[in-house]
C-alpha cells in the first residue's frame, strides 16, 4: 500500500507541476488568493520559537500553530492545489479514523510535533518504543518543507513591508513550496500514525492478556475445582498484579499479591458459613473487601472486553481502572498482612470483639 502512495502523491506533484508550466500556475493571484496568502503570511507572524525551533509545547505556542496550520489548508483551498491522496487513513483504527473522518488534509499540531522529534523515542508504560528509520526520514522532509513556507512567508511580508528588493513570492512558487509541504506531509502522517497504533497495541497487551484470562476463569467456573481451573484464577491475579505494577502510579505498583491471599479469603468465608460469624465480624469484614475488590477487577476486564481500542495506551490515563487497582491493592495489602495467618487473623477478631 505504501508503494502505491507514493506513486499517487509522486503523481499530484506532477500533475501540479504540468498544469502550472501550461499556464495555470503563472498570472497575478486573484484577490481570493491574495487574502488567502496574506492571512497566511500574518499567522506565520504570530508563530513562536524556542531556540529557534516553532513552539508547540506551550499553549499559546499550541494556539498559534494551529492557526497557522489551518491558514495553509485555506490558501491551498484557495489557490486549488490538489491534495496528497489520504487513502492510507482507511488502515488506521477507531480512534485515529475519528481525528481524521476523511481525506482533507486535516493538519494537526500533534503530528506536527511529533516531527520535531528527531529520535521519535516515545515511552509507554514504563518501556522505549522507537519509529521506524522510514518514519525519521519523513520527519526530517516534513520539517524542510516547513521552514520553506516560513521562509517563502518572510520574504513575502519582508517584500509587503518595503524592507527587501525582491518581490513577493508568486503564484508558481506559492504552488510548489504548499504542494512539496502537503506532500511530506501525508507521508509522514502515514508512517508515523501506523507506527504509533502498533506501538498502542503493544501497550495495551497487559490489558488484553487480563481480559482472555478473565475469560477463561469465566468458563471454567462451573466446573468442578481442578488443576486447569485453579490455574488459570493463579494466571489472572498474576495479570491483576503486573498491571498493578504498571498503571497504579497513586500507590506502591506491588506485584506481589498471589492468589493465597484470594485462596485465604475464601477460607474465611467458608468457615463463616460453617460455624456462624459471631465475634469474627472483623474476618468478614477483611475477607469480603478481597473477594469485592478481586470482583471489581474481573468486572472491568469484561466491561472493556468489546471496546478494547478505548483504553488509553498509557494504562495510568485510565482513571476506572487505577481506582480499581488502588481498592484492589489495599484490600489484598491487608489480607496478606492478616488473613493469610489464621493466628493472626484470630487475634485481630478478638480484639475488636473486646473493644
Same mark, same amino acid.
Given at each position: ?9 509522486? #503523481? @499530484? %506533484?506532477? +500533475? ?5 508550466? *501550461?499556464?495555470?500556475? !503563472?498570472?497575478? /493571484? ?104 522510514? #518514519? @525519521? %526520514?519523513? +520527519? ?5 518543507? *516547513?521552514?520553506?513556507? !516560513?521562509?517563502? /512567508? ?202
Amino acid at each position: 500500500h505504501f508503494g502505491e502512495n507514493r506513486c499517487d502523491i509522486s #503523481a @499530484v %506533484e506532477s +500533475a501540479a507541476m504540468f498544469r502550472w508550466f *501550461w499556464g495555470s500556475g !503563472v498570472g497575478p /493571484l486573484s484577490s481570493v488568493e491574495h487574502a488567502a496568502v496574506h492571512e497566511l503570511a500574518e499567522s506565520r507572524e504570530q508563530l513562536l520559537t524556542e531556540g529557534g525551533v516553532t513552539d508547540v509545547e506551550s499553549e499559546a505556542g499550541h494556539a498559534a500553530c494551529a492557526v497557522f496550520l489551518d491558514s495553509i489548508d485555506k490558501a491551498s483551498r484557495a489557490l486549488g492545489l490538489e491534495m496528497a491522496p489520504r487513502a492510507y487513513r482507511a488502515e488506521f483504527s477507531v480512534n485515529y479514523r475519528a481525528l481524521f473522518p476523511d481525506n482533507n488534509r486535516h493538519y494537526r499540531v500533534d503530528v506536527l510535533e511529533a516531527s520535531v522529534d528527531q529520535h521519535l523515542a516515545i515511552w509507554v508504560n514504563g518501556e522505549k518504543y522507537e519509529l521506524s528509520a522510514e #518514519a @525519521v %526520514e519523513h +520527519a526530517w522532509s516534513l520539517q524542510r518543507s *516547513w521552514n520553506d513556507v !516560513v521562509a517563502m /512567508l518572510d520574504r513575502w511580508q519582508a517584500a509587503a513591508a518595503g524592507h527587501s528588493v525582491d518581490r513577493k513570492p508568486g503564484r508558481p512558487e506559492l504552488m510548489r513550496t504548499l504542494i512539496a509541504f502537503d506532500v511530506a506531509w501525508s507521508k509522514f502522517e502515514h508512517t508515523y500514525i501506523i507506527e504509533l497504533i502498533a506501538i498502542e497495541e503493544q501497550a495495551r497487551q497487559i490489558v488484553i492478556h487480563a481480559v482472555r484470562v478473565e475469560s477463561r476463569v469465566q468458563d471454567v467456573a462451573l466446573e468442578p475445582m481442578t488443576a486447569t481451573s485453579a490455574e488459570a484464577e493463579r494466571e489472572l491475579v498474576r495479570s491483576i498484579a503486573t498491571l498493578n505494577s504498571v498503571a497504579n502510579y497513586k500507590r506502591k505498583g506491588r506485584d506481589d499479591l498471589g492468589c493465597d491471599i484470594l485462596e485465604s479469603a475464601r477460607a474465611v468465608l467458608r468457615r463463616q458459613q460453617q460455624e456462624g460469624g459471631r465475634g469474627r465480624e472483623a474476618a468478614h469484614i477483611l475477607a469480603r473487601d478481597i473477594m469485592d475488590s478481586y470482583k471489581a477487577m474481573r468486572m472491568y476486564f469484561r466491561k472493556v472486553r468489546t471496546c478494547i481500542e478505548h483504553v488509553d495506551p498509557h494504562l495510568c490515563n485510565n482513571s476506572g481502572l487505577v481506582s480499581r487497582l488502588v481498592d484492589w491493592e489495599e484490600t489484598w495489602e491487608i489480607g496478606a498482612r492478616y488473613v493469610r495467618s489464621a493466628a493472626l487473623l484470630d487475634a485481630v477478631c478478638d480484639l475488636v470483639a473486646e473493644i
